[in-house]
């Protein structure tokens, strides 16, 4: 059976949503959410052919197939924040600190406990500020909560945990 051109098989698995705008890519996804196509490529190889399967992005595609191609060092961003969308009218270009700024802009970046790694809580940060109005050592509070002292010195300094009062 022949395989379907690359562009029919982009669009095979293209679903627009009216309410939002935005084509919902109905075909497979990677780890991170975004859509992902299966690219078969034929190599010739010293005495064989060999045959070497890539995921590209769908996003990516959509872009190429209807903006042009992706200057070398930029990445599509989503101007809808939805990792599903291929609606080329919703994808920009932009460096890794645009899309880096966007996510900060949006609410999306990991900070406070939305941070996989956090040894903090709320409670902890506000019981913190009290035994460093409290005149508490950095030191002896790090100890206590098992964190590092520069981690009480932005606590401290309002540089991190900001949000909580």
Not at 18 to 28: D, K, Q, V
Not at 36 to 57: A, M, P
Not at 101 to 113: E, K, L, S, Y
């Amino acid at each position: 059976m022949p395989i379907r051109p690359l562009r029919e098989r982009f669009n095979y698995f293209v679903m627009p949503e009216p309410m939002s705008g935005c084509w919902l890519w109905s075909g497979a996804l990677n780890v991170s959410g975004y859509g992902k196509l299966s690219v078969i490529n034929d190599k010739l190889s010293k005495s064989r052919k060999r045959t070497i399967r890539q995921g590209i992005s769908a996003h990516r595609l959509s872009y190429e197939f209807y903006k042009g191609p992706i200057p070398k060092g930029l990445l599509i961003r989503h101007t809808c924040d939805n990792r599903c969308c291929v609606n080329p009218d919703h994808l920009i270009l932009g460096t890794d600190a645009d899309n880096i700024a966007d996510c900060v802009r949006r609410g999306r970046n990991a900070f406070g406990t939305r941070q996989h790694k956090s040894k903090l809580n709320p409670l902890f940060v506000m019981v913190i500020r009290e035994a460093i109005s409290a005149k508490f050592t950095q030191k002896s509070i790090a100890e206590y909560f098992k964190i590092c002292p520069a981690t009480v010195s932005t606590i401290r300094h309002n540089q991190f945990w900001k949000h909580v009062s």
